[in-house]
């Protein structure tokens, strides 16, 4: 499904339909003029899989009719209001990972740990979720209620619960108690009901193992490549899991370390070149990418995701040829507590040094600070991906390794599925791939940092550094963290985003998280 984006150009002339958000002050009309309203039922199989295509589509462009022009949320830039984009935004400028140059907005806020309730980044990812949420209930209403055949529709149906979740995660993860609305809600209602953290964690786990038993969801590495199958649920599961004492006050490691297991026995494997998972070809490597977002530099344009990152890393003395686009935007770069994170001989310390200074004594200027140099616009052989304007490379929001160190952090909380000895092996394996040494025993700062190591980039950062209590504390500084270079502790709730006030305004059913 490289070419998904072909699957719904048809559908945005043909069909009309209008999602009910689930906040109100927003308008989430279709962007095509000639669609109706949501009355206008689907009426054939090609109708279904053209709106399931929309459904993952949805997180790769802004729109379903370019890049920038047209996106789905009326009044929010194409790029800015990428779904991705406003993930990166929220789990990766917040963190030690990156610091961003550019002077959008509030953009700089984010690295400070100082945003607001009125800030135009958290509110533009609250509403992004929730408009995928939208979308995914409205198809989930007209297949169950169609009388038209379609021979796939309990494995489409079983897709997008689980996309949906994928939503409802970054829901709970980042703004704690929202709105929730499912299916079963009623078309255009005025005001969902509030459903608190841990009211979302018990419905997240009941969908998701319902989901993995029961439904008609492809199994693991069964359904072809850029679609949902139970080893994307069971991630989504054993992520819920691996933050259960953030989101409920109660650890789950247990079933964390057992959701992790069922994964391993899946028969996923860690991609001999790290490089490689993150290069134009990435399709190529469904040995450890268990679920990606995709990017085609001629069918699936957008100014978010890989172009993002790709194009946003580039700049100073780099050659944008050899990166595989045609120029740089000189923006985001890592801060030299991160950058010094990484040891000797890590394969994985894909970093721009000529021309940058370690330090970053401005953060508007793209020299001060290392640059990333781990995704790239360039084949596994060498070659350039099909165009230089866009990029080819997918972004895999799942992966194996992943899976590996989720384990070696299960190990160390006395798990009854995995023991610290075992943990420890998982942890090693991950740093074997990176080319270095085993350890011979290891601790929870060696896990956050072969997270930091491994996963960076990957929108993770964020949710790790909360969980092991260094995001808002002085346990951990980074330069810039909290406003000044040598960083400093913020106050405990910014380990939540605000509710949007317009939200609240509109919603009296809703409440602010503590502290905003």
């Not at 953030?246 to 490691?253: D, E, H, L, N, P």
């Not at 490597?285 to 580039?314: H, K, L, P």
């Not at 990029?391 to 989720?406: E, G, K, N, S, W």
């Not at 913020?490 to 919603?507: A, E, R, T």
Request: negative net charge.
């Amino acid at each position: 499904m490289k070419n998904i984006k072909n699957y719904i150009s048809t559908f945005a002339l043909a069909v009309g339909l209008s999602f009910s958000s689930c906040v109100n002050d927003l308008d989430v009309t279709p962007i095509d003029p000639n669609m109706n309203t949501s009355d206008k039922a689907l009426t054939t199989a090609e109708d279904f899989k053209s709106f399931l295509a929309q459904c993952y589509v949805g997180f790769s462009t802004s729109g379903y009719l370019g890049p920038n022009g047209d996106p789905s949320i009326s009044g929010l830039d194409g790029g800015f209001s990428q779904y991705f984009r406003g993930l990166f935004h929220l789990n990766e400028y917040t963190t030690d990972e990156t610091v961003i140059g550019w002077n959008d907005q509030t953009i700089k806020d984010l690295h400070g740990l100082s945003w607001t309730s009125t800030d135009v980044f958290v509110a533009s990812l609250y509403y992004r979720i929730f408009y995928q949420i939208s979308m995914c209930n409205e198809f989930l209403r007209q297949a169950n209620t169609t009388s038209v055949s379609v021979p796939d529709m309990e494995a489409y149906k079983a897709e997008v619960r689980t996309l949906r979740a994928i939503c409802y995660l970054h829901a709970i993860d980042m703004y704690g108690n929202v709105p929730f609305a499912d299916e079963t809600a009623s078309v255009g209602a005025e005001n969902p009901e509030r459903i608190t953290r841990a009211e979302l964690f018990t419905w997240l786990e009941t969908e998701l193992k319902d989901i993995i038993d029961n439904s008609a969801l492809a199994n693991a590495r069964q359904n072809e490549y850029g679609r949902i199958d139970k080893g994307a649920a069971k991630m989504i599961l054993a992520k819920l899991y691996l933050n259960a004492e953030v989101y409920t006050g109660a650890s789950k490691w247990d079933e964390c370390a057992k959701v992790c297991k069922s994964i391993i026995a899946d028969g996923y494997t860690l991609h001999p070149d790290y490089q490689e998972l993150f290069l134009a070809d990435n399709d190529k490597c469904t040995d450890e990418i268990i679920f990606a977002f995709q990017q085609d530099g001629v069918d699936t344009q957008s100014y978010g995701v890989t172009n993002f990152i790709i194009f946003a890393s580039t700049g100073g003395t780099m050659d944008p040829a050899a990166i595989g686009i045609s120029s740089g935007w000189g923006g985001i770069r890592t801060t030299p507590e991160f950058y010094d994170s990484f040891q000797a001989g890590d394969k994985r310390s894909l970093f721009h040094t000529d021309g940058q200074n370690k330090e970053i004594n401005d953060i508007s200027v793209f020299t001060d600070g290392y640059a990333f140099m781990k995704f790239k616009n360039i084949n596994s052989d060498g070659t350039p991906g099909k165009a230089n304007g866009f990029v080819d490379t997918d972004f895999p929001i799942f992966r194996y390794a992943d899976v590996l160190l989720m384990l070696a952090e299960c190990g160390l909380h006395n798990s009854s599925e995995v023991s610290e000895e075992q943990g420890l092996a998982y942890l090693n394996q991950v740093r074997e791939r990176a080319g270095l040494a085993a350890q011979k025993s290891y601790t929870a700062n060696d896990v956050l940092r072969e997270r930091g190591c491994e996963l960076y980039l990957e929108c993770w950062r964020r949710s790790d550094l909360v969980r092991f209590d260094k995001f808002t504390t002085a346990d951990y500084l980074w330069s810039w963290k909290g406003g000044v270079q040598e960083g400093k502790a913020v106050g405990s709730h910014m380990n939540l985003f605000p509710i949007p006030d317009k939200d609240l305004n509109s919603n009296d059913k809703l409440e602010q998280n503590p502290g905003y």
